[in-house]
């Protein structure tokens, strides 16, 4: 069986918005900007489900916090900031073309990522999230899905296996070390919730230079397009946004899904 993760995504605030069809209209145009963009990864287009949530799922779901901070980026051009819950797991459906007519435990995790950040309900879990972070992943491992198995962590055995004396997924293995599902997910939300602290706290400078660097990925583009920049001050920005760090942590989010995935093999 396959592996997705879905991604439900949410506008902070958006009923004090006092422009909302205008932020709606932003909105929209930023699905069809990443529907085109990432096609190649998505399963399904991204869509509209309920008010102003919406929702992808891709099958590579590496990939999956890069498209939720694509979103960040689109919906700081509109200063709107956006919740987001990420669940990685499989499908109880085949794939359709519309993305609301699919199930499977990857969407129950998103649901519940997404609850976790909306309704901060971390707090009967029991799990120390900042309030400045916005952005949450839950891995399916229930004993009654095939994810246990999908995901490398063991597979379910009943009490008369004589291979394993337990039901519990057993945690990938890197280096001849066996690693927890649960520490593997909270160290991705550990590095999830540090960059999204990082984001909040840059100033709109910061944010726009951030933007473009990102798009441009010249110091020198930059300056050619804003006269008032100039290539020391876009690396101070940078530097002071903590850019580069906020990088390195969502490719370590990245291969960290992948270890969750493939067991580290």
Request: with cysteine; aromatic share 8%; hydrophobic share 40%.
């Amino acid at each position: 069986m396959a592996v997705y993760c879905v991604a439900n995504l949410d506008i902070v605030g958006s009923r004090l918005v006092s422009d909302r069809g205008r932020l709606q209209k932003h909105l929209l145009s930023s699905i069809e900007q990443m529907n085109q963009r990432y096609s190649s990864v998505l399963a399904a287009p991204i869509t509209m489900t309920l008010g102003d949530e919406w929702q992808f799922i891709t099958h590579k779901p590496s990939v999956a916090y890069d498209l939720v901070h694509e979103f960040q980026q689109l919906l700081w051009q509109a200063n709107a900031w956006i919740y987001a819950g990420m669940g990685i797991g499989g499908l109880s459906t085949r794939v359709y073309e519309d993305v609301r007519q699919m199930d499977g435990p990857c969407f129950h995790a998103a649901r519940e990522a997404l609850q976790i950040v909306k309704e901060n309900q971390f707090r009967k879990k029991n799990l120390q999230i900042h309030k400045l972070s916005k952005v949450y992943l839950k891995v399916w491992t229930s004993q009654k899905s095939d994810m246990v198995s999908e995901l490398h962590w063991g597979s379910l055995t009943d009490s008369k296996s004589e291979v394993a004396a337990s039901t519990e997924p057993k945690g990938a293995v890197l280096g001849g070390l066996e690693i927890s599902p649960q520490l593997l997910e909270e160290t991705i939300n550990l590095l999830i919730e540090n960059n999204e602290i990082l984001k909040m706290k840059m100033s709109d400078k910061q944010r726009k230079v951030y933007i473009e660097y990102n798009k441009l990925g010249s110091y020198r583009k930059i300056v050619s397009n804003y006269a008032s920049e100039s290539i020391g001050g876009i690396s101070q920005k940078l530097n002071n946004a903590a850019y580069f760090t906020i990088m390195k942590n969502h490719r370590m989010v990245a291969q960290l899904i992948e270890t969750i995935i493939h067991g580290g093999e």
